[in-house]
Nanobody
Framework: QVQLVESGGGWVQSGHSLNLTCTGSGHPFLTSIMGWFRQVPGEEREIVAS????????KYDESVKGRFTISRDNAQKLVYLQMNSLKPEDTAVYYCAADTNGAISTMMSLPEYDYWGQGTQVTVSS
């Protein structure tokens, strides 16, 4: 099993930055594809970014390309989401998730993720 805990959320003004951290535990973390997702109340959860097991391959939703960066530190079992130039439409609960099957072809597919954190709120004011 993989246990995931997100931290680093908060309130910021538009144009500012936040860095989210996902702390993982459990052996499968090291070989898992990791993803960051977000969800606004009343809307479906959507993927923001994903990273393969060794950090070589990263993918982003078009809405965050050039602003967000996903990275990981396997020695510390951490996954980061650096969010720059934040916009009010980035406001959401952000979730960290693990895909323990690790298929690169489905890195951006929500149903493939089998372990989830509890989420952290990010609020961006205009």
């Amino acid at each position: 099993q993989v246990q995931l805990v997100e931290s680093g959320g908060g309130w910021v003004q538009s144009g500012h930055s936040l860095n989210l951290t996902c702390t993982g535990s459990g052996h499968p973390f090291l070989t898992s594809i990791m993803g960051w997702f977000r969800q606004v109340p009343g809307e479906e959860r959507e993927i923001v970014a994903s990273i393969n097991w060794n950090g070589v391959i990263t993918k982003y939703d078009e809405s965050v390309k050039g602003r967000f960066t996903i990275s990981r530190d396997n020695a510390q079992k951490l996954v980061y989401l650096q969010m720059n130039s934040l916009k009010p439409e980035d406001t959401a609960v952000y979730y960290c998730a693990a895909d323990t099957n690790g298929a690169i072809s489905t890195m951006m597919s929500l149903p493939e993720y089998d372990y989830w954190g509890q989420g952290t709120q990010v609020t961006v004011s205009s």
